[in-house]
């Protein structure tokens, strides 16, 4: 019977941890990407894309993450595309991201007074220009904290990819406990590692905020 040494669960685990931090990586920024691009179509008050994107913001709020991440799955199998753990977790988690930083950006732009808007409209300023010069230096420095809040909830998020095969974290975890008998002791170091990884990002969180004057006022 081969004996596991701390060292062991540690290392494997580490090494486990980089996918958990690259499928966070490429989900918070295409999902940043996809929600930026969501943002600026929402708030040009045309009807019909902002129904549709409020439909597809309720649609990701309104449902589990795990039973997204089996719908990507499964159902691109059905269409013929590529099944891989990795495509449907990512895309799946690329998805969810872009509905949340969406909602959660407009309430920040919506956070600023209309009188800006109507200061830069007087100012014969166009629709970008307003946005570029007004209105997102302002929504950006109420946005830090929640935005930030989001990135360390999706980086706990990406343990629901287990359930399609992806092996990050948690579940490296579970596989190493099978083979050593000590859950305890592993799940203990995948909830270390995983507060190693949160934690500096809260700090960073409340250090840019502090300089941003945000909040602190």
């Not at 600026?40 to 993450?65: A, D, E, K, M």
């Not at 507060?195 to 004057?213: D, G, H, Q, T, V």
């Amino acid at each position: 019977m081969i004996e596991f040494t701390l060292w062991d669960i540690v290392r494997n685990l580490l090494l486990a941890g980089r996918w958990t931090v690259a499928l966070s990586l490429t989900a918070f920024l295409g999902g940043g990407l996809v929600g930026a691009l969501l943002l600026v179509l929402r708030l040009s008050n045309r009807p019909l894309p902002n129904r549709l994107i409020g439909g597809y913001v309720q649609l990701f709020q309104g449902t589990p993450l795990l039973m997204q991440l089996f719908l990507l799955y499964f159902g691109l199998a059905l269409l013929g595309f590529n099944t891989s753990a990795w495509v449907s977790a990512g895309l799946a988690l690329t998805l969810y991201a872009s509905a949340y930083l969406t909602e959660i950006w407009r309430g920040c732009v919506e956070a600023i007074p209309r009188g800006q808007w109507e200061a830069a409209k007087s100012l014969a300023l166009s629709f970008p220009q307003t946005l570029t010069h007004v209105v997102l230096p302002q929504a950006l420095k109420i946005s830090v904290p929640p935005t930030v809040g989001f990135l360390v909830q999706l980086i706990k998020g990406t343990a629901l990819a287990s359930v399609v095969g992806f092996v990050e974290l948690t579940k490296a975890g579970g596989m190493i406990a099978n083979v050593t008998y000590a859950p305890l002791l592993v799940y203990g170091c995948v909830a270390l590692i995983y507060f190693a990884l949160c934690f500096p990002i809260s700090l960073y969180a409340r250090s840019l905020e502090r300089k941003l004057n945000v909040g602190h006022r």
